[in-house]
């Protein structure tokens, strides 16, 4: 057996052991792996819904995400707008940021504007860029008020703040580190 082989044999196997703790992070991983047939996984849309649905009842937002896009696209699945739209605002309550922009899109179309800003405020607020230029345009465009936008900014600008801050880059490098030294050791 091949050392890649045997690496993909110790991958599925810890995914396994994941899944069988009821992690929805290793349901929703599993799924991606069948979505796009990576790590000699075969490509199978179908099980890859099972995973992302498992996962998502499991508390993962992600694969809510990953299912709703799923149904969205038609891959596996009948195109189903409702189901997709169902999907998301369940990983949007949990704080899946894509779908909460995705929802705000959905309500642009529609001619819910003021719904729309305010998914695209919450997104915004907890750091997503692409909400943020969203939420700037309905500023210009007076759907957003200056008060909604500029506290929208600060708060997006003190996570952006955060995410780059000095001790999570220190936190990136040890934890890039301790994988170093495992496989080195592994």
């Known amino acids: 057996m091949s050392s890649s082989s045997t690496e993909k044999g110790i991958i599925k ?9 009821g992690n929805g992070e290793a349901f929703n991983s599993f799924g991606m792996a069948y979505a ?49 739209r169902h999907y998301w605002e369940l990983a949007a309550m949990s704080g899946q940021l894509d779908a909460r922009h995705n929802l705000a899109c959905l309500e642009g179309q529609a001619g819910n ?8 405020m919450v997104a915004a607020r907890a750091g997503d860029e692409g909400s943020m230029d969203a939420v700037k345009r ?15 900014l600060r708060a997006y600008e003190k996570i952006r703040d ?6 999570r880059e220190k936190a990136v490098a040890l934890f890039l580190g301790e994988n170093i030294n495992r496989e080195k050791s592994g």
């Open 113 to 120: 504007h003021h719904r729309a800003y305010k998914h695209f």
């Open 36 to 84: 796009t047939g990576e790590n000699g996984t075969p490509q199978d849309w179908v099980k890859a819904n099972e995973l992302y649905l498992k996962g998502g009842e499991l508390g993962c937002a992600d694969a809510y995400y990953n299912l709703a896009n799923s149904y969205d696209d038609g891959n596996g699945v009948q195109v189903d707008k409702k189901k997709a």
């Open 138 to 152: 309905g500023f210009m465009n007076g759907f957003v008020t200056k008060v909604e936008y500029a506290n929208a």
């Open 13 to 21: 196997k810890g995914m396994r052991k994941l899944m069988d703790a």
């Open 162 to 167: 955060e995410m780059t801050s000095e001790s």
